[in-house]
């Protein structure tokens, strides 16, 4: 089996295994809550801070690879959005739900053991650049749309309030924080004692396996629930325009080979529990969003693949 096929299965294959976990009972979803809990809040965050702490970013194109990536999230968000609008003939707000379900890829606990175990640290240290931006930049987006578009209810709302709430919510996100603390800490130039390394590399090394049998078990605790055509819709655009559209831009901006094939492998990332959180929190389009990462996940074991090939034949 080659390294890429092999990868692929062990990643999707943990996934797999959570699923099945919950699916016979062995485990309650609730486990994958508290699993979920621990990678987001503990794991994935001191990860992050080893790796941002020593991380070389030489080469990377910061610059170019946000354009890039963040070029591909506009066009699938875009056609996303429109298509539950003027297709489904859903309201604005779960419209743009969908815009938000098409573009905002599951970059930390499925990306960052996939492109570990594909690309090793050094495609690792790439995607850190898009993890350092991507909570930020697709937050405030979704919170700004959701301003433009109206509120549900129609009444007035406080952009100060909302901007405040964004700011406080986002400065407190262990993720964040976590990415804030290894670029301090690099400032600084001071290093671990042995056995500050012995901390951060036992709970960094539980982040990718963790994080993905807890997204199994919750995906089982998600499910199915109405709204299949739409949602199936959004996932294939997801797994297929996205990544078509960064391909694209890879190749007009000339991004180096590595940061070409992290930026197409990022953008062909099923949809993650994000936009489930976003629809709940503005009361519109949770089954289309929960949906969408269902199918997203379960398809992507194929689509991924087929991306990370074209991506390797394209770039070499």
């Keep these: 089996m ?3 096929a092999e990868t692929i299965a062990f990643v999707f294959g943990l996934i797999a295994l959570g699923y099945l976990a919950g699916w016979t009972g062995l485990l309650r979803t609730q486990v994958g809550d508290a699993m979920t ?7 994935v965050p001191v990860l992050l ?8 970013f030489h ?8 354009f890039c990536y963040f070029s591909a999230v506009v066009v699938a968000w875009i056609v996303g959005q429109a298509t ?3 297709v489904f003939r859903r309201d604005a707000q779960a419209a743009v739900v969908g815009g938000i379900a098409t573009s905002f890829s599951n970059l930390v606990l499925l990306g960052i053991p996939l492109v570990l175990g594909v690309f090793g640290q050094a495609g690792f240290d790439v995607l850190s650049l898009l993890i350092s931006v991507h909570l930020l930049v697709m937050m405030a987006a979704s919170v700004t749309m959701f301003e433009l578009v109206g509120n549900r209810d129609g009444k007035p709302s406080d952009p100060l309030r ?24 690099r400032m600084t130039g001071f290093g671990l004692p042995a056995l500050g390394h012995r901390f951060v590399d036992a709970l960094a090394d ?15 605790k998600f499910g199915l629930s109405g709204h299949i055509l739409p949602a199936f819709t959004l996932s294939m655009l997801k797994l297929m325009l996205m990544p078509a559209a960064a391909l694209v831009m890879a190749l007009l901006v000339g991004l180096p080979p ?15 529990v994000n936009p489930y959180l976003i629809a709940t929190k503005f009361g519109t389009g949770q089954a289309l969003a929960s949906n969408t990462m269902t199918i997203g996940t379960a398809c992507a074991a194929l689509t991924t693949a087929f991306w990370l090939a074209v991506a390797q034949w394209v770039f070499g």
């Design 84 to 86: 539950i609008k003027r």
């Design 162 to 185: 909302v901007l405040r709430d964004f700011l406080r919510n986002l400065l407190v996100n262990p993720l964040v924080v976590g990415i804030l603390a290894g670029l301090v800490w």
């Design 2 to 4: 080659s390294s890429l």
């Design 258 to 272: 590595l940061t070409a094939k992290i930026a197409v492998a990022a953008a062909s990332l099923p949809t993650g």
């Design 37 to 43: 809990d621990f990678a987001v809040a503990i794991a």
């Design 59 to 66: 080469g990377a194109a910061p610059w170019e690879l946000w």
């Design 49 to 56: 801070f080893r790796t941002l702490m020593n991380v070389d």
């Design 206 to 220: 539980l982040a990718g396996p963790v994080a993905l049998f807890a997204m199994g078990l919750s995906l089982r």
